[in-house]
């Protein structure tokens, strides 16, 4: 009886202690699964932070300095009779009359040509005066507090070509009008050639 009743006990003390033993090791166990799972599991990413948009400045105007002001410069450009007449590119006219009942000659329809003809020279002689000028020399003499004699004499001289004959237009009954045009950019050309030619003469 004795041995009997010592492993009985023996046998609930082992059960016992195995009671005991397997809610911990439940415990241990799920507590290991828990763990696994958690190691498992992507730690979890944190949102992105709205974008933040940086305002352009205003872009600052830095003061912008005057340009200074053109110096006057000492020398004075040359003042020749070419300068006017190079600036400006207009058209030049002149215009010529003639009387048909003056020419020498005794022919009606001959008269007209001469006067056509002179006329067209008188054209030119208004061109010449435009592109160079005219030479002008007065005399006027006074007695007694009074003009006595008051003379002009004028005088023209230059080269002409490249006019352009407009038109030969009959005025009345006795006289022709002929006008001529002359392009402005001859005109340099024209004062060039005659100040050379002038030139050349001199050196003679």
Excluded: W
């Amino acid at each position: 009886m004795n041995k009997m009743s010592k492993c009985s006990m023996l046998t609930l003390a082992v059960l016992m202690s195995a009671c005991q033993t397997i809610p911990s090791v439940a415990v241990a166990d799920n507590a290991s699964a828990a763990a696994e799972v958690k190691a498992a599991d992507p730690a979890p990413v944190p949102a992105p932070a709205p974008a933040t948009v940086a305002e352009p400045k205003a872009a600052t105007a830095s003061p912008v300095a005057p340009p200074p002001p053109p110096v006057a410069s000492s020398k004075e450009e040359p003042v020749s009779m070419i300068t006017p007449m190079a600036e400006r590119n207009a058209t030049i006219r002149g215009t010529g009359y003639a009387v048909i009942s003056t020419q020498n000659h005794r022919n009606p329809a001959q008269q007209r040509l001469m006067a056509i003809r002179a006329s067209k020279l008188d054209a030119y002689r208004a061109l010449t005066e435009q592109v160079y000028g005219q030479q002008l020399d007065a005399t006027t003499t006074v007695a007694e507090m009074m003009i006595t004699s008051d003379t002009f004499r004028t005088r023209v001289q230059g080269i002409i070509y490249g006019a352009v004959l407009e038109s030969i237009t009959p005025i009345g009954d006795d006289t022709y009008e002929t006008t001529l045009s002359l392009d402005g950019r001859v005109v340099n050309d024209l004062r060039v050639l005659y100040l050379s030619q002038m030139a050349s003469a001199r050196r003679r």
